[in-house]
């Protein structure tokens, strides 16, 4: 009949823990109040001491209740322990001596901050326990907790790369960061709700207090699988209902794995599993668009003058250096002007010279801006010929040559080039009818065809 009342004092722990700080902290307060001689807080003191010394006597027997009872390891909990019974005994001491000698003794500041220390120390260690190590850390920017030695991608669950997935190990890569992200936080080796711990392969296999929770071969005597598809309301369901529930290919993925026998050996890309399951999981690959190399602000007196010379001058994104310019209403711009661009060598990503009176002479120039990734030459006197000149440009990706008079001979002088991905050459000679050669990069001419449909050739 009263077999509730131990597990239920064990779960009060975690609000009896605050008595103790509270009556000892308002002790400490007035120790350090205290003026030497002076016995105005000598009562409050007394009785602050010997409350929180109670009560932290309380907090430490319920929270060994709540060991014994909730599945913590002894190894996760000890110091914990040992440390809040230290305090106890701390607090009774320093009751014992306030009330010997009546007085704030010499070293009683010492002691009460010695005593401030330990207690703030077996806080820190039982939040360890119910929030996890790294609580006060998950907030800090990726940056810092890197600097501190943490882990940052270890939680983010399932991230399947999108080539060469074939080659992941089932359990390793798919099974246990599924696990990680779920169910590691109640299911760990400190933690372990129903005595289960999902941390690693050996540990899950142990089972819990209900025994096994993995059947190779058969997923439906697997509590590992049978309690993750339960009704959401039933007390068994995992995760608990109030945590993030797994999504329906999770669970499959989980099952799959158990049917396959629930080994660590199995590849995924022999586990003949259907690719949508995968599909959410899936990382691709961004690589972005502008370098990735660092380069110092334009000064905004800079831009301004560029503005005032005509251009059209802005910073492409908020989060680089990278500016674009444009000749739009600048279509004066010729090859003598090149040097009003030299304040944004380095920054100039993106340039349009687009109906300027440019000539070839112009590509010249263009090597002194190493970073420049879109080049807008429509409708000038390039002619095509020294366009070799851009192989120097590692960096250009996107190349327009519309209404120029470049011929597939000359884009051959790019074929080997760097970092090239795109060429438009409407309206150019290079826009003929007649295949062009593989290039490395992607040639749009802008000569579309419709397919054929079959409605042109029946005759009616
Ligand atoms: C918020 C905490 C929490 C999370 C998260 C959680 N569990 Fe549990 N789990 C518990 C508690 C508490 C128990 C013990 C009570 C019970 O048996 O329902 C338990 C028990 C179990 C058991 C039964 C163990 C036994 O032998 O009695 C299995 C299996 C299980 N969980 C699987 C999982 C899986 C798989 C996940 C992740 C998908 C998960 N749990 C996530 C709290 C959690």
Known sequence: MIDFVFPLFGRFHPILVHLPIGFLAFGIILVFLSKKGENKHLDSIRLAYLLGAIAAVLSSISGFLQYQYEGFSWESVQFHFYFGCTTALFSFYLFYEINKYNSITSFYKLKSGALFALMLFTGHLGGNITHGETYLIEPLPAEVQNFLGYETTANKGLEIPEIGWEELVYYEDVVQPILNQNCSSCHNSRNKKGNLDLSEYNALLKGGEDGLVLTGGN???????????????????????????????????????????????????????????????????????????????????????????????????????WIMISCINLSSFSDADWEKLNPVKEQLAFLDLSRTQITDQSLDELVGFPNLTVLKLNETGISGEGLEKLLKNENLKNLYLNKTQVTLEHLESLRNHPGLEKVFVFDTPASGNELAGEFSFYLERGNYLLPKLATDTIVY
Do not use: C
């Not at 993030?244 to 199995?266: A, P």
């Not at 590849?267 to 259907?274: F, P, Q, S, V, Y």
């Not at 660092?294 to 250096?321: H, Q, R, T, W, Y």
């Open 219 to 321: 997923p439906e005597q697997s509590s590992l699988f049978t309690r993750l598809v339960l009704p959401k309301e039933d007390d068994d369901h995992m995760p608990p209902k109030e945590k993030r529930q797994l999504h329906s290919e999770e669970i499959e993925l989980i099952k799959h794995w158990i049917s396959l026998g629930g080994t660590t050996e199995s590849k995924l890309g022999d586990a003949g599993i259907e690719p949508e399951l995968l599909e959410p999981f899936i990382k691709k690959e961004e690589t972005p668009f502008y370098p990735t190399t660092a380069v110092s602000s334009v000064p905004e007196d800079n831009l301004n003058v560029l503005k005032e010379s005509g251009f059209f001058a802005e910073p492409i994104s908020e989060e680089s250096n």
